[in-house]
């Protein structure tokens, strides 16, 4: 993202990095390691790489527009501009980042919601509403210092969930209950089908461990 960034940017890379830090998938991943000594950092990384992506669809910044208004111009300006990304092409960049920074691939479908939440929030932004921003920070906070639980299993499987369980999203938005995001299944590259043992936990594998 670029350090002029503009409000509508700054307003959306905020909502994302909330996003990015509910979902569970990515904390494990981070919290375990997986993308070795700088996953922290590639989280933040990927916040970046999709903000920019989303930037790229902006007009440049005139200093006698507003954001707002820069953005309002935007159909006078189409050679200036390249299309938003979509639901599909975030979620595609989603599960790659994931299988090649964190040796993860992902078929539970949680890339899918994060990547309609990140367009939402990219919309919200330029209309400059902050609603959807404040409650995923409020569970974001929430989330601070809660470890996910998990069970190492033979063969480098677990089982896992978040250490509050129970949480649910409490803000009235029409988001997905993240509470229900709970154990996405973490498969290898030969797409093998998940254990269920006989609490309901679902095993999740990762490709070769660093």
């Known amino acids: 993202m670029a350090s002029d ?10 909502g994302l990095l909330a996003r990015l830090a509910l979902w569970p998938a990515l904390r494990v991943a981070v919290h ?34 507003t954001a707002f208004d820069s953005y309002q111009s935007a159909s006078m ?11 599909e092409y975030i979620e595609a960049m989603l599960l790659q980042i994931m299988d090649d920074e964190f040796e993860v691939a992902l078929e539970d479908g949680s890339a899918f919601d994060v990547a309609r939440d990140v367009v939402r929030l990219w919309n919200d932004a330029k209309e400059g509403k902050d609603g959807y921003v404040k409650d995923l920070e ?15 299993d033979a063969g480098s499987a ?7 369980g129970d949480n649910e999203d409490e803000s009235g938005s029409d988001s997905e209950d993240f509470g229900k995001e709970v154990a996405p299944q973490l ?15 679902t095993t999740v594998k990762r490709r070769g461990g660093r």
């Not at 960034?5 to 905020?14: E, H, N, Q, T």
């Not at 993308?35 to 007009?59: H, M, N, Y």
């Not at 300006?77 to 639901?87: C, I, K, Q, R, Y």
């Not at 409020?138 to 190492?152: H, I, L, N, W």
């Open 158 to 164: 677990s089982d896992w969930e978040d250490s509050d």
């Open 138 to 152: 409020m569970q974001a906070d929430r989330m601070k210092g809660q470890m996910p639980q998990y069970e190492v």
């Open 32 to 65: 375990q390691n997986w993308g070795g000594p700088q996953s922290a950092q590639k989280q933040r990384w990927l916040a970046g790489v999709i903000t920019d992506e989303f930037e790229a669809s902006l007009p440049p910044a005139s200093a006698s527009l």
């Open 5 to 14: 960034a503009s409000p509508v940017s700054v307003l959306f890379a905020r």
């Open 77 to 87: 300006h189409p050679s200036h501009t390249l299309p938003e990304p979509d639901t």
């Open 187 to 201: 498969l290898d590259r030969a797409k093998e089908v998940p254990d269920i043992d006989e609490d309901g936990f």
